[in-house]
């Protein structure tokens, strides 16, 4: 079985920054993409970016580019999204996933998720 355990959101102002991290245990060998979504009210969950890390190969969703960086510690089996310049928009519950591979930003593709943390920006 796989687990994955998400940390590291919280409340900020406008134009701050959080770092999440979503750490992986179990049977994760062959999951080598790895993808963060989010889901905000009144919307369905939508992706926000995925790490390939067998090739380092990253994905954002348009509105995050230039903001927010994924990124993968193979040993630690460990991935993070680093949010900077963050925006009331941004607020939601962030959640990570697992998956073999695929369309990044297609819930449908991943097998494993994370509990989801809580991402609120406000004055």
């Known amino acids: 079985q796989v687990q994955l355990v998400e940390s590291g959101g919280g409340s900020v102002q406008p134009g701050g920054s959080l770092r999440l991290s979503c750490k992986a245990s179990?049977?994760?060998?062959?999951?080598?993409?790895r993808g963060w979504f989010r889901q905000t009210p009144g919307k369905g969950r939508e992706g926000v970016a995925a790490?390939?890390?067998?090739?380092?190969?990253?994905e954002y969703a348009d509105s995050v580019k230039g903001r927010f960086t994924v990124s993968h510690d193979i040993p630690e089996d460990t991935s993070f999204l680093q949010m900077n310049n963050l925006k009331p928009d941004d607020t939601g519950v962030y959640y990570c996933?697992?998956?073999?591979?695929?369309?990044?930003?297609?819930?449908?593709?991943?097998?494993?998720w994370g509990q989801g943390t809580q991402v609120t920006v406000s004055p």
């Open positions: 179990g049977r994760t060998s062959k999951l080598y993409l």
């Open positions: 790490i390939r890390y067998g090739s380092g190969a990253t």
């Open positions: 996933a697992a998956s073999t591979g695929g369309p990044w930003d297609q819930e449908r593709i991943y097998f494993y």
